[in-house]
């Protein structure tokens, strides 16, 4: 990924890396000697205090060996050579009236070679050019005690800085120290930064790729459940292990996600509501006078024999109990009957009209099936019918659950007074892009081809016969369609080679 920011956020640390080390190198090169040669100067002149308290203590002309110790403590320590000159009468070692000899370090302790070269370089001091191996003598720092001088000392092929000057005012101090070792330690530095400077961009890079990880990859997971939610699956939630911004990034869009999910189903329902509102206003008048004349019919029966057998049982037609008893319980049977089919007309009524409450959400419709065959499951049993439903993953759909509770309890209801022959009940689910399709399917007689679309008609009954047998009153598949109308969502019924199959549709997208 060329626009990935674990690159850009690599390449951007690495090449502050380079450029970090690139400036210590170049500072280095540049300025790392002038600045050697400034601490030097302090370094010399620390160096030069402390001799000159010592000489200020020592009385005579010659160091005790204490304070020989500490000059040579000093000279370690400052890293320089010294070498104090002192003057003696009647011998000339410059051409002079007097001549120089040596209070540090002891004659016995140096030379005779290093002594002509002290001595040639203490002449060219006090007269300058009197010492043809010395070239390009600079100075670098005066006082009034002494200066600081750098140089080139042919004969040794060397540079070196020097300090020159007085103790007293009959005494003379030289300190010397290599140059050549600034130079090859500048060297050495770059050199050494310039190896520790590529190891440190290749471990540098491949820790920022690692690190940088862990950074990124929970953007990617946010960026994954970003994605899922605007295909609105709202199932995925970002697991918060940190405080920092992620966090806080993770924690928003979680919240998002379930306000979303609700925001939807709110809009959802009043969108169901108003498609309802639209169609039923058109069929409002015509629902209303054919549901008086359905139920003026369907009463007339029912009414007819109680009434009857009232007026019988009041003229006492027949005067043994037994005929008494038999009169009561068809007058209550009746009566029973009719106040399911108000019941169930009233329930229809509030769905044809739209006065119930559309309450979409979204839940698991294998669940749903479940539960509502544990509740028949005793149907079942007595019946002897075999049931097949393998589903097992669960199905989320967006609708009212206790609506198509009602469908599927309607269809296995009139599948069990149906079912005959081998007597097998199947349910299946048929996922077909956004949708699922729910079939519920038993074994028996086919219905009539031209009447498969008149089951949906209240009071309407395909074998009449049948029907009274188990107490049907043509009113629960009118139910079933009038529940699918509110959820704007498709239902049928398909004869099949042994059987029928009834089914109906449920959204597993929001929109």
């Known amino acids: 990924m ?46 030069y205090r402390g001799i000159l308290s010592i000489y200020k203590e020592n009385e005579g002309d010659r160091l005790s060996d204490e304070e020989t110790l500490k000059m040579e403590r000093i000279s ?16 000339s070692v410059f ?87 600034i130079e090859e330690s500048v060297a050495i530095s770059n050199k050494f930064l310039a190896y520790i400077g590529i190891l440190a961009v290749i ?80 069929e409002i008048d015509e629902m209303r006078k054919e549901f008086l004349s359905n139920v003026s019919h369907e009463l007339k029966t029912p009414l007819a024999l109680i009434q009857g057998y009232a007026e019988g049982l009041k003229e006492n037609i027949n005067e043994d109990e037994e005929s008494r008893n038999f009169y009561c319980e068809v007058i209550i049977d009746e009566a029973d009957k009719m106040n399911k089919m108000v019941k169930k007309l009233l329930s229809l009524n509030e769905l044809e009209f739209g006065t119930n409450q559309v309450n979409f959400e979204r839940f698991d419709i294998v669940t749903l099936i479940h539960t509502v065959l544990e509740s028949t499951e005793i149907l079942f049993r007595q019946k002897g019918v075999v049931l097949h439903f393998e589903q097992k993953e669960p199905i989320y759909v967006w609708a009212d659950e206790f609506l198509v509770e009602q469908v599927l309890t309607n269809y296995i209801s009139n599948a069990l007074n149906h ?18 399709r729910i ?30 047998e188990y107490g049907g009153s043509g009113i629960g598949l009118s139910i079933v369609k009038a529940i699918m109308n509110s959820l704007n969502r498709d239902c049928g019924v398909i004869n099949r080679p042994v059987g029928v199959e009834f089914w109906f549709e449920l959204d597993t997208k929001s929109d």
């Open 2 to 47: 060329k626009h990935s920011i674990r690159i850009k956020i690599t390449c951007l640390l690495t090449a502050l890396i380079v450029l970090t080390i690139f400036l210590t190198w170049f500072i280095n090169l540049t300025f790392l000697s002038d600045y050697y040669l400034f601490s030097k100067i302090e370094v010399m002149d620390d160096a």
């Open 203 to 282: 471990i540098g890079t491949v820790a920022m790729l690692i690190i940088s990880k862990k950074f990124t990859q929970p953007i990617l997971d946010l960026a994954g459940i970003a994605k899922k939610i605007s295909d609105l699956n709202f199932n995925e939630k970002y697991q918060v292990k940190t405080k920092d911004e992620i966090g806080v990034l993770g924690e928003s869009i979680n919240i998002l996600s379930d306000r979303l999910e609700q925001t939807i189903s709110e809009l959802k329902q009043a969108n169901n509501e108003l498609l309802n509102d639209i169609r039923k206003k058109t």
């Open 419 to 436: 079912v005959s022959g081998a007597n097998i009940i199947e349910i299946k689910l048929i996922q077909r892009n956004d949708v699922v």
């Open 76 to 91: 370690s320590k400052y890293g320089v050579d010294t070498y104090i000159f002192i003057p003696f009468d009647n011998h």
């Open 95 to 181: 051409g002079l009236s007097y001549g120089f000899a040596f209070s540090y370090p002891a004659m016995n302790n140096i030379g005779e070679r290093q002594i002509n070269q002290m001595n040639l370089l203490l002449k060219e001091y006090i007269y300058e050019g009197t010492n043809p191996n010395v070239k390009d003598r600079k100075l670098l720092h005066r006082t009034d005690n002494y200066g600081i001088f750098s140089l080139y000392d042919e004969q040794i092929d060397s540079n070196y800085i020097d300090l020159f000057g007085t103790l007293e005012d009959d005494k003379f101090i030289i300190m010397r120290s290599n140059y050549e070792s």
């Open 439 to 468: 079939a519920v399917f038993n074994t028996g007689e086919n219905i009539p081809e031209d009447e498969l679309d008149k089951v949906w008609i209240k009071f309407y009954k395909v074998d009449k016969a049948r029907t009274r």
